[in-house]
């Protein structure tokens, strides 16, 4: 079956830093690649997405790339900020399934 | 504009006691989902519709029933809540796979 494998939190920054959070996946066919982010008290609201191999995802200032050699889709930011402190879940969705099987979520806080 | 809108926000009861969270999406999304995040964050699937007929239905108790009275609704009802249930419920919508997933604010249940 599908698995999502993300890096295990919690992740604590000062601000500028540079982000990564790691994700890989387990997957039959050609999944699309998904990265959430949930701020404290709110729901997931989508982040970036990845349709197919080699696609860059990208929005307010975090990207990944899908890599179907390495199955990975990593999260990065070159400049955090307090701001982007939140709960951000990998996930992947198949072409024939029902659902999507997300990561156990990565706890970012950024300090100041 | 709200996309998808859950009620209550908070929900605090009694063991024992018999509840129902609402959701509705106004995206024209054919299917709507219910998830499970407990207190270290971590999501789980529970339920999906598809134009109100169940098509997920991951192994929940049969004390958790969704209805899905149209398309745009897809309501929780939980009977003899058990301290266990405790968690924040997300209802989410999405057009068809592969397509990213749509929260709602999430409903916080405290069972007591």
């Known amino acids: 079956g599908n698995s999502v494998t993300q890096m295990e939190g919690p992740v604590t920054l000062s601000e500028e830093a540079f982000l990564t959070i790691n994700c890989t996946y387990t997957a039959t066919g050609y999944p699309s690649l998904f990265w959430y982010v949930q701020y404290p008290g709110e729901g997931l609201q989508l982040l970036l997405k990845?349709?197919?191999?080699?696609d860059k995802g990208s929005n307010k200032g975090f990207e990944a790339t899908y890599r179907k050699e390495t199955t990975s889709f990593h999260l990065e930011k070159g400049s955090v900020q307090v701001s982007d402190s939140a709960v951000y879940f990998c996930a992947l969705r198949s072409t024939n399934a029902g659902k999507s099987t997300f990561g156990d979520g990565t706890t970012l806080t950024v300090k100041p | 504009d709200t996309a998808v809108s859950q009620t209550p926000k908070y929900l605090v009861t009694q063991m024992g006691n018999d509840k129902s969270i609402k959701c509705e999406q106004n995206l024209g999304h054919d299917t709507m989902y219910w998830y499970k995040q407990d207190s270290k964050k971590f999501l789980k699937i529970m339920f999906s519709y598809n134009n109100k007929e169940l098509i997920i239905n991951e192994t929940v108790p049969n004390r958790f029933s969704p209805k899905s009275p149209d398309k745009a609704h897809l309501n929780l009802h939980i009977n003899s809540l058990e301290l266990g249930d405790s968690a924040v419920y997300f209802c989410?919508?999405?057009?068809?796979?592969?397509?990213?997933?749509?929260f709602g604010p999430g409903t916080r249940l405290t069972v007591t």
């Open positions: 989410a919508s999405s057009p068809a796979t592969p397509y990213e997933q749509y």
């Open positions: 990845a349709t197919k191999a080699d």
